[in-house]
Nanobody, 116 residues
């Protein structure tokens, strides 16, 4: 059974930082592209950033220079370091795992709220 379990969300003031974690089980982690998407109220889910098995990243322009994705294959974990957070970053953040054209998995999401 595949599970992606996110943690690290919460309430933070503008300009603050958070680090999200996603622990994967039931998959051969090292071959999967891992990533983070987010969905704000009333909006479609959007890409935040992804990292391939080889370490190549793809990051949305809206978070470039502020968010960093990394992965630790020894721990089957992908991280999202979020700095200089803005109110517009408020959303539910979803962990994502994908390999090939047919195997895609999602976590349950973790809420990030940026507010003073």
């Amino acid at each position: 059974q595949v599970q992606l379990v996110e943690s690290g969300g919460g309430l933070v003031q503008p300009g603050g930082s958070l680090r999200l974690s996603c622990v994967a089980s039931g998959i051969l982690f090292r071959i999967y592209t891992m990533g983070w998407y987010r969905q704000a109220p009333g909006k479609q889910r959007e890409l935040v950033t992804t990292i391939t098995s080889g370490g190549d990243t793809n990051t949305a322009d809206s978070v470039k220079g502020r968010f960093t994705i990394s992965r630790d294959s020894a721990k089957n974990t992908v991280y999202l370091q979020m700095n200089s957070l803005k109110p517009d970053d408020t959303a539910v953040y979803f962990c994502y795992a994908s390999v090939g054209a047919t195997r895609t998995y999602w976590g349950q999401g973790t809420q990030v709220t940026v507010s003073s």
